[in-house]
């Protein structure tokens, strides 16, 4: 293939992120690869997993009976989750940097693919799953925050996906009926498990930001504040080392996932999920189930080989599910904007960008003092919000 141009120009609203086979889907072609060194790419957390590619898609061409001019293409971004060569465990993939650099390019709607283990025996195999709903077990892990060194900032969480969005893609799959294969089904809620045990606590040294001011005297001893700690040092800025590997559930911690009424498990929901509703973008997960996990009595618990042999069966389903999702997403242009009127849903064209989450993280920083924000963190907020900070 010749070689792609290291820019693009044109509106891109939607991202993909996903595994590195679906950055080839049918009728898209990619028209720009996006190195680590591009402007936009070059964020304040790092430099994403891998390169963009932007993928381009036809819509509506010239129409003899309408006087509707062609739309134009629908341009796509797509993020390989892992690195171009699976190289990044679920722990090392740098959520925020891949978060901010989609919203630096103009992305507002995100739709992410994971492969899952099934915590329900009716989710088998090869199913696909658009959760609603998401329990963290990575709290304490991995960077799940753009708000933090001397900026609070609270984003609400209670529906961690954008309903509209999955209403959207549930209607594509079904509507196209793009699953093929005997009894392949599509459920469409269900509560998805993001495993990853937390460390044990640590501390590290309090920033400079967090020092009491020099003209004050030093606390006198008490019990509740020893001679040798005369300061209580901060909850720490940035997470401790990671202790989480990339194990699959025992078989205790699966059946304990079940009582919890789980659907499915993974491994890449989170922080993605959570940096994805600060950076105010639209953002719904499609899941396909691989394996049971290890709960199931009868069949085979997860492996390596299992999860790749479901994933190679299934690859043309999950390339048509995205394309038809994409294809629904596209129809933005043709449908009226201006979110919900007279108790109707918002429409596709306000989903795609990202109308409903618009402006709830300008206040996000205000809990703390304007003039009391650390220069260097809100030299990285406004990178991302230029108009905010």
Not at 92 to 115: Q, T
Not at 198 to 221: D, G, T
Not at 226 to 244: A, G, M, S, V
């Amino acid at each position: 293939m010749a070689e792609l141009p290291d820019h693009f120009e044109g509106a891109v609203p939607i991202a993909i992120i996903g595994g590195t086979g679906l950055s080839h889907l049918p009728s898209f072609t990619p028209v720009a690869r996006l190195p680590l060194s591009h402007p936009s790419l070059l964020t304040p957390w790092g430099a994403p997993s891998s390169p963009i590619t932007i993928l381009s898609h036809p819509r509506r061409a010239p129409s003899s009976t309408t006087n509707l001019p062609p739309s134009p293409p629908l341009n796509v971004a797509f993020l390989s989750r892992h690195g171009l060569h699976h190289e990044l465990a679920p722990h090392e993939v740098p959520s925020r940097a891949n978060i901010a650099a989609l919203r630096k390019l103009g992305v507002r709607c995100v739709v992410a693919f994971s492969a899952v283990g099934s915590l329900r025996e009716e989710v088998r195999p090869r199913d696909f799953v658009v959760p609603d709903q998401v329990i963290d077990r990575t709290k304490g892990v991995r960077p799940w925050t753009y708000f933090e060194g001397g900026v609070v900032g609270h984003i609400g969480f209670a529906d961690p996906f954008d309903n509209a969005l999955r209403a959207i893609i549930i209607e594509a799959i079904q509507g196209k009926s793009v699953l093929e294969g005997e009894d392949i089904k599509l459920h469409e809620s269900g509560t998805l498990i993001c495993m990853g045990p937390s460390p044990p606590p640590q501390h590290s040294p309090p920033p400079s930001y967090f020092q009491p001011p020099s003209h004050l005297p030093p606390p006198a001893p008490s019990l509740s504040h020893p001679k040798e700690l005369p300061h209580r040092p901060p909850p720490p800025t940035n997470p401790p080392p990671p202790t989480e590997g990339p194990q699959f559930s025992t078989r205790a911690e699966s059946l304990l996932y079940r009582s919890w009424n789980g659907a499915c498990i993974n491994m890449s929901c989170l922080p993605e999920a959570k940096l994805a509703r600060e950076a105010e973008l639209a953002y719904a997960m499609i899941c396909m189930s691989t394996d049971y996990d290890s709960w199931h009595a009868v069949n085979e618990t997860v492996s390596v080989e299992m999860v790749m042999g479901h994933m190679a069966a299934n690859a043309q389903n999950a390339k048509r599910v995205v394309a038809a999702v994409l294809d629904r997403l596209g129809e933005a242009e043709e449908e009226e904007e201006g979110g919900e009127k007279a108790g109707q849903r918002e429409t596709v064209g306000d989903v795609v960008r990202g109308r409903r989450w618009e402006g709830q993280t300008k206040g996000a920083g205000a809990m703390t003092a304007r003039g009391q924000r650390p220069e260097e963190t809100v030299r990285k907020l406004r990178w991302l919000f230029p108009d905010y900070f």
